[in-house]
């Protein structure tokens, strides 16, 4: 095992126990480490299915790339099979053990890993526990907490001097109870680390309270008091000094949290143009937060008067947003963030030169267009659409298209008309 790594233990035991070999799938011919200037792991590599782009784009950096997953090497597509150095099939990636198996034997056939990551909220604390045990630049264990428990997070915008809904994470019913009779209702409920907005809950009374705490999951939930205002966020990407490379915006038709509990549809939009006042928060956020060589999608309301700090996430936005980057700036945003974490250089122009409008619409919705006619009410404006795996069905559409125009109010009305009922 190369002396640069950093390896528990309990590492070794697992690798040296029978018991828990593997199938490994080898993409490349030699074992000697650096011929490539970086040997990078991608974890979980075919989900979702546009993040393959990312795997392409490591590779036309230069790097090695290394694939770690679950997933069997012959069920992924061809275009993504065909980047890999090494792909290495673990039996769960929940098991943090198969995790540290598979990364240990990358190390010792290929050197030491420079960077590892999946840009999937879900796999966030597993990285940063890889990264610790085998000293990878990047979030480690020591700071994970601020950017997965909304808690935590809460207390990095009030450092940064930015306004914040009320809350506080209520452990029992006595606790809730106390925390609506101070701010009053309406409140929202939800998990203190989660992603989206499942088991999300917006309280109005007395009788949403008692069924929010029959429902909810069996974990820590944080209450907030209700803001009224529109979502907007502020996303873009880092250097590894923390410089942003390029910044947008999106903003909301509805709020996720009322498409997934009301399964009801969606458009957002990034605008050409970013409010000078939310600009300013994200930026401070950015640099509360610590972004190094990482994408951010970080969530305000915008109350006309102020910005309220939401949540932080430090990862790419969901669905096909990436792709909206694309469509607005004429760049491969796939390419540039694989040149950050290769070269360090992102040389592509950020000029935002069109409005890109997301439209997720549902099967069970009644829409005065058909299919054909909506992509007719495009018309030029539709650069992409595609059918939405189900997992993000619920919140962002069972069918999705991206449109993109120089004008704004063009852009809205249209997607507006594709959403448009009987």
Not at 85 to 109: A, F, Q, S
Request: proline fraction near 4%; include cysteine.
């Amino acid at each position: 095992m190369p002396k640069t790594s950093r390896v528990t233990s309990r590492l070794w035991q697992t690798l040296s126990n029978p018991t828990h070999v593997e199938r490994v799938t080898i993409r490349g011919k030699s074992k000697h480490p650096r011929e490539l200037p970086l040997n990078v792991v991608f974890l979980s590599p075919h989900f979702p299915p546009n993040f393959r782009h990312f795997v392409r784009g490591l590779r036309d950096a230069g790097a090695t790339v290394l694939g770690l997953g679950d997933e069997p090497f012959d069920n992924m597509p061809g275009e993504l099979r065909a980047q890999f150095h090494e792909y290495y099939r673990v039996g769960n990636m929940e098991h943090y053990d198969d995790l540290l198996r598979g990364i240990g034997y990358l190390t010792h056939r290929w050197g030491k890993i420079d960077r590892l990551d999946s840009l999937n909220e879900h796999w966030l604390e597993s990285e940063a526990k890889l990264r610790t045990d085998f000293n990878v630049f990047g979030v480690q264990t020591d700071w994970i907490d601020n950017i997965k428990r909304k808690s935590q997070m809460k207390q990095r915008f009030i450092g940064a001097g930015l306004n914040v809904a009320r809350g506080r994470v209520c452990l029992n019913a006595d606790e809730a109870k106390a925390f609506i009779a101070e701010v009053g209702y309406p409140v929202v409920a939800k998990p203190d680390i989660g992603v989206g907005a499942a088991k999300t809950y917006k309280i109005h009374d007395q009788f949403e309270f008692e069924h929010y705490l029959r429902d909810k999951l069996p974990c820590e939930y944080i209450l907030e008091e209700f803001i009224t205002g529109d979502v907007v966020t502020f996303d873009g990407l880092t250097d590894k000094d923390g410089k942003i490379l390029f910044c947008s915006s999106l903003r909301y038709s509805k709020g996720v949290m009322d498409v997934v509990n009301q399964d009801g549809d969606i458009y957002y939009y990034s605008s050409r143009d970013i409010l000078p006042a939310l600009e300013a928060a994200g930026r401070a956020a950015v640099a509360a937060f610590q972004v190094r060589e990482r994408f951010f999608h970080l969530e305000f309301f915008d109350c006309d008067d102020r910005i309220v700090a939401l949540e932080a996430n430090i990862r790419p936005p969901g669905g096909l947003t990436v792709d909206m980057f694309n469509f607005a700036f004429d760049f491969d945003v796939y390419r540039e963030w694989a040149n950050v974490f290769i070269t360090g250089k992102f040389s592509a122009p950020v000029t935002r030169k069109y409005a890109v409008g997301y439209v997720g619409r549902k099967d069970h919705l009644d829409y005065k267009l058909s299919h054909h006619e909506a992509l007719e009410r495009a018309g030029e404006m539709l650069c992409h659409h595609e059918g939405i795996m189900g997992v993000f069905a619920k919140a962002i559409g069972n069918y999705g298209y991206i449109l993109r125009c120089p004008i704004e109010s063009a852009l809205i009305a249209t997607c507006e008309a594709m959403l448009e009922k009987r």
